[in-house]
């Protein structure tokens, strides 16, 4: 144990200087803006895992080596292929640069940890043996593949390509506090927390950034689909939920409905199921619900695959619109079982 802590430590060279601190009414907006964004899924207290299993946000070990970008990066861009989207304007987000920064400087000071200075090297290992050890100790969490399953996905690509192999590794020997996320400093030898890293190091390979073209948004003409159709008549389970495949037939069938992809807009914007609008759960429903009828079925997914539908449809019931449901796999469920969905333009591929 006493040798494995020595050579770990010969990974830090110091601590880094507190990231640049905010005035009062940067800090005051910050805070708004954490509420109102992200307290759904990683709590009001940023204690993570209220909603898709999203990670603690007050965690020692990660702020402790977490350069900005750490937070910044998936907080502005999302992680593709997870439930969580871009925040950021320039891709369809509703924060500014700005805002992204001092959101991300709050979440430091919310913190109050020293940041150690770990090495930008990266880690050595033998890549067939971290993938035995993986394979051993990470599934049950992070996947098979490291797609995530009750805990962030270890193989997503943008992750890696942010995340360097020491912040990497110092999240398995230290863990995350408060969260599932137990030290394996005492489980495993140093030697094999290198080869996880290297492994899933290797996972970043071929991985190339693409910049979607933003489509123009639907107008309220545009919100009710098959505007000629037939009403749906839904049997709704607990009176809620709609499943993929009735949802399918609907559409197939040209019935009458709105859809609302409750997602944050970026994400719509890269993929979405055809005829739905952008409706995000943090949206101010005084301007959002203009032009929604309510005597059409509304049908509202995430890819939770509930958490932010049902706030948005609790929220609209609340207002009077009592024909609304969700769909229960979620967008991601309904992609899982085959069903279309638009893909926005990718710079570079579209006409």
């Known amino acids: 144990m006493q040798s494995s802590i020595i050579i770990a430590q010969s990974h830090e060279a110091g601590t880094l200087p507190p990231p640049r601190k905010l005035t009062e009414e940067q800090a005051k907006v910050a805070s708004s803006n954490y509420q109102k964004y992200c307290s759904l899924c990683h709590g009001a207290d940023r204690q993570g895992h209220v909603n898709d299993h999203a990670p603690s946000l007050r965690s020692k070990s990660l702020f402790e080596s977490g350069v900005p970008h750490a937070i910044l990066r998936p907080m502005s861009y999302g992680r593709k292929g997870t439930a969580m989207g871009g925040y950021l304007d320039e891709i369809g987000g509703p924060m500014t640069l700005d805002e992204t920064w001092d959101l991300t400087y709050w979440l430091f000071e919310q913190a109050g940890v020293e940041r150690l200075r770990l090495s930008t090297n990266p880690v050595h290992g033998d890549i067939k043996r971290g993938e035995q050890v993986y394979q051993k100790n990470c599934t049950t969490c992070h ?63 071929g991985w190339k950034e693409e910049r979607t073209i933003l489509r123009e948004l639907p107008t309220p003409d545009q919100y009710v689909i098959n505007q000629d159709g037939e009403d749906p008549n839904f049997d709704l389970q607990d009176g809620m939920y709609v499943s993929s495949k009735d949802l399918y037939k609907a559409l197939s069938t040209k019935k009458k409905m709105v859809l609302l992809d409750t997602r ?85 591929v579209a006409d």
């Open 264 to 348: 944050v807009t970026s994400v719509w914007q890269t993929a979405h199921i055809e005829g739905s609008i952008p409706f995000p759960y943090y949206a101010d429903l005084d301007e959002t619900v203009a032009g929604i009828p309510k005597d059409v079925q509304i049908i509202a997914y995430c890819s939770c695959p509930r958490a932010a539908a049902d706030y948005t449809i609790n929220k609209l019931r609340r207002r009077g619109y009592t024909r609304t449901a969700v769909l229960w796999e979620g967008v991601f469920g309904w992609m899982n079982q085959g069903y279309p969905v638009m893909r926005g333009d990718i710079e570079g």
């Open 143 to 205: 996947g098979i593949n490291g797609e995530g399953v009750t805990a962030p996905a270890l193989g997503n690509q943008s992750a890696l390509a942010h995340n360097t192999d020491e912040f990497i590794r110092h999240a398995i020997q230290n863990g995350r506090q408060n969260t599932p996320m137990l030290p394996y400093k005492n489980k495993l030898s140093t030697q094999d927390i290198d080869n996880i890293t290297a492994f899933l190091r290797s996972k970043a390979l």
